[in-house]
């Protein structure tokens, strides 16, 4: 249980009770850390649009986007979302073993090296944002990104980021049960 008060799915109205029902046609259900969100329905209108974008992103696949929140996560240490993630990138047919060396060695990922120097590219503008330079940008025009892949790319990282840290720092639970 989080620590500060949510709005269950059964007690959702307007915004909220939106959101929860596009998580459930999502995912098939509603796990308790998305509860978060209903904290302030306001900011709701950001996370329904920034999950909508990349979830039909015409460049990033949902492969690359879960891979993304996931080792952005084990840098966090959420394990709800590594969890979360890791069950869908092995349902996407990801080897799990691939996935848990990942979070140890981002260099492992098991991505297409096209994937995996924006991938790289983006975790090291988490870690050290001061580190990026043109050598990286151009590196990235070189292996066939725009700067609109880049940008979004990065900008999924950094708002999956603030996720794992609002839901660190409220203690969303860790686990992926349902209601």
Request: hydrophobic fraction near 45%; charge should be negative.
């Amino acid at each position: 249980m989080a620590l500060l008060k949510t709005v269950h799915p059964d007690a959702a109205e307007g915004k909220v009770a939106n959101f929860y029902q596009q998580i459930e046609d999502a995912v098939g259900h509603i796990p308790e850390a998305f509860h978060l969100f209903s904290v302030s329905p306001n900011l709701l209108d950001g996370q329904i649009a920034t999950m909508a974008y990349m979830g039909s992103h015409p460049t990033l696949n949902p492969t690359f986007i879960a891979m993304l929140r996931y080792l952005v996560s084990g840098k966090y240490r959420n394990t709800f979302c590594i969890d979360f993630n890791e069950a869908a990138l092995v349902n996407a047919g990801i080897n799990q073993e691939s996935l848990r060396q990942s979070l140890i060695n981002p260099e492992l990922i098991p991505l297409p090296e096209h994937d995996k120097t924006l991938m790289l590219f983006v975790l090291k503008a988490i870690d050290k944002p001061e580190n990026i330079n043109k050598k990286d940008i151009e590196a990235l025009y070189q292996a066939g990104w725009t700067d609109r892949d880049i940008y979004d790319a990065l900008y999924a990282g950094a708002h999956h980021a603030a996720t794992d840290v609002l839901f660190n720092a409220f203690k969303v639970s860790s686990s992926l049960k349902t209601d």
